[in-house]
T-cell receptor
Framework: GAVVSQHPSWVICKSGTSVKIECRSL??????MFWYRQFPKQSLMLMAT?????????EQGVEKDKFLINHASLTLSTLTVTSAHPEDSSFYIC??????????FGPGTRLTVL | QKEVEQDPGPLSVPEGAIVSLNCTYS??????FMWYRQYSRKGPELLMY????GNKEDGRFTAQVDKSSKYISLFIRDSQPSDSATYLC??????????FGKGTRLSVIA
């Protein structure tokens, strides 16, 4: 299957700082990428849909000024958590779609805000 | 009624058993059906992807779609302890976001 990478895999930061997470599709181009967060033993929660070259579409309740998404190329999307607080600590997972139907997930990034 | 229903389990089976995982859905517009496996603290891994009704086999895994009944299944033959994970069904219509089931936690006991 196609490969999606995320960097970093684990990050610890102080409250008030910003953290950037990168998501790359390694062997395919993805017009559409998705960002999810997941709390322990809970389902994936879609945060936003990102289309290359245009603004991301955020799900209801997700603050677009706090979770900045940039999809600058067909293989790279970034999620920046601005002014992170302990309640932002979570598992963030990106996903990329090479064509309608198939969707591949990255390995996830564990964010801990102290 | 939720769009996709999936029994969260947990489901515990002995090694070598055949495992049957199922989801039902309410929206007949769903076109693509997927099964993902997620290990703890990892991203979901795509196991099976189907478009039409019928069966699709890949190694020990068989995915089954019955659009008339709005019912999909994943069968795992000769289950192994390494199959212990959460299994998520997912489906989409067009280029919209995936709609997931809640996931079924499976434990295969050696």
């Amino acid at each position: 299957g196609a490969v999606v990478s995320q960097h970093p895999s684990w990050v610890i930061c102080k409250s008030g700082t910003s953290v950037k997470i990168e998501c790359r599709s390694l062997d395919f181009q993805a017009t559409t990428m998705f960002w999810y967060r997941q709390f322990p033993k809970q389902s994936l929660m879609l945060m936003a849909t990102s289309n290359e070259g245009s603004k991301a579409t955020y799900e209801q309740g997700v603050e677009k000024d706090k979770f900045l998404i940039n999809h600058a190329s067909l293989t790279l999307s970034t999620l920046t958590v601005t002014s992170a607080h302990p309640e932002d600590s979570s598992f963030y997972i990106c996903s990329a779609r090479p064509q309608i139907g198939e969707q591949f997930f990255g390995p996830g990034t564990r964010l801990t805000v102290l | 009624q939720k769009e996709v229903e999936q029994d969260p389990g947990p489901l515990s089976v002995p090694e070598g058993a055949i495992v049957s995982l199922n989801c039902t859905y309410s929206n007949s517009a769903f076109q693509y059906f997927m099964w993902y496996r997620q290990y703890s603290r990892k991203g979901p891994e795509l196991l099976m992807y189907t478009y039409s009704s019928g069966n699709k086999e890949d190694g020990r895994f068989t995915a089954q779609v019955d659009k008339s009944s709005k019912y999909i299944s994943l069968f795992i033959r000769d289950s192994q302890p390494s199959d212990s994970a959460t299994y998520l069904c997912a489906m989409i219509k067009g280029n919209t976001p995936l709609v997931f089931g809640k996931g079924t936690r499976l434990s295969v006991i050696a």
